[in-house]
């Protein structure tokens, strides 16, 4: 399995600002995900990030909230903007395995708190 | 529509007290369905994949079975370090992407 690592691994930030994190992966992978985990909540998926193309989100999800860039295929971030206290939650960030058992593996997340 | 749900939401158990988690769900041609542990302040990790009715996976005290509207994951013996909750997700035939249920936290007591 991938060694997928994310940063930051917790933030703090004021309402109205930004926050980029980013997620590296120890081998090259077609296919990384974007979660949300709300306090207490199961993981919803914010977005598909391939290598070259724009993005895919989910519904309730728009790429001026939630931009993200997959600039090669070892790495790619998320930035949360115009952030408010609805935006305190976990994210995470997964990778999904080639070979056809379609299994994801996940980064330890980024716990957010907006004030 | 796409739909996974656990049962229960919590389950406690004394250590030596076996039970089984259901996961079942509803998806339009079942691609795979995933079981993951999550510990508190850390991401999902993998603990199964099955693909069709009839199918086993076992690790340590951890017991994977499918049937074609639900999946049970069977704990024989627990200990205390089995406490986490567990999730259960499903993906379709023709997706890339994996759904969530809510996930069952497990406490077993020693």
């Known amino acids: 399995s991938a060694v997928i690592s994310q940063k930051p691994s917790r933030d703090i930030c004021q309402r109205g600002t930004s926050l980029t994190i980013q997620c590296q992966v120890d081998s090259q992978v077609t296919m990384m995900f974007w979660y949300r985990q709300q306090p207490g909540q199961s993981l919803t998926l914010i977005a598909t990030a391939n290598q070259g193309s724009e993005a895919t989100y989910e519904s309730g999800f728009v790429i001026d909230k939630f931009p993200i860039s997959r600039p090669n295929l070892t790495f790619s971030t998320l930035t949360v903007s115009n952030m408010s206290p609805e935006d305190s939650s976990i994210y995470l960030c997964?990778?999904?395995?080639?070979?056809?058992?379609?299994?994801?593996?996940f980064g330890a997340g980024t716990r957010l708190s907006v004030l | 529509e796409d739909q996974v749900t656990q049962s229960p939401e919590a389950l406690r158990l004394q250590e030596g007290e076996s039970s089984s988690l259901n996961c079942s769900y509803t998806?339009?041609?079942?691609?795979?369905l995933f079981w993951y542990r999550q510990d508190p302040g850390k991401g999902p990790e993998f603990l199964f994949t099955l693909y069709s009715a009839g199918e086993e996976k076992e690790k340590e005290r951890l017991k994977a079975t499918l049937t074609k509207k639900e999946s049970f994951l069977h704990i024989t013996a627990p200990k205390p370090e089995d406490s986490a909750t567990y999730l259960c997700a499903v993906q379709a035939l023709g997706a890339s992407k994996i759904i969530f249920g809510s996930g069952t936290r497990l406490s077993i007591r020693p």
């Open positions: 998806v339009s041609g079942l691609r795979g």
């Open positions: 997964s990778v999904g395995q080639s070979g056809g058992k379609n299994i994801q593996y």
